[in-house]
């Protein structure tokens, strides 16, 4: 009995000096898998991933390099929905038709920059 007492405080001890998820540097950076045009209206996308945050802690944006730098972040007014899988979105009239990248920001973490390309 006292072995299982004493098992049991060191498993406590051990496990409230572990180090929690924030002390040790984990991130989660948001993930793009596909951007596809919406049929029925082409300056209306829908891109899909993982860890896409929400339209209150991320930004979209749109013509960065490849690094992500740089482009036009899509105005919160052009967002029809947004939810952690699936963004949709409409085409800021200002941005030029063409080939770029782009990119999602959530919380200060950048996604890897995805091919992207529209006309008008």
Known sequence: MKR?????LLTLILGAC?????????????????????ESNQQQFTLQGRYLGSKDSGV????????G??????????IVSWDENKIVFN????????GS???????????WAFS???SR
Not at 4 to 8: D, F, G, T
Not at 91 to 98: D, H, M, S
């Open 4 to 8: 299982v007492i004493a098992l049991s």
């Open 18 to 38: 572990a180090p929690k998820a924030a002390e040790t540097g984990v991130t989660i950076y948001p993930q793009i898998y596909q951007v596809s045009p919406v």
């Open 60 to 67: 979209i944006r749109i013509g960065a390099n490849d690094q």
């Open 69 to 78: 730098e740089g482009g036009t972040v899509v105005p919160k007014e052009n």
């Open 91 to 98: 085409v800021p009239a200002n941005i030029t038709p063409g």
């Open 101 to 111: 990248f782009i990119i999602v920001e959530v919380a200060g973490k950048r996604s």
């Open 116 to 118: 992207f390309s529209f």
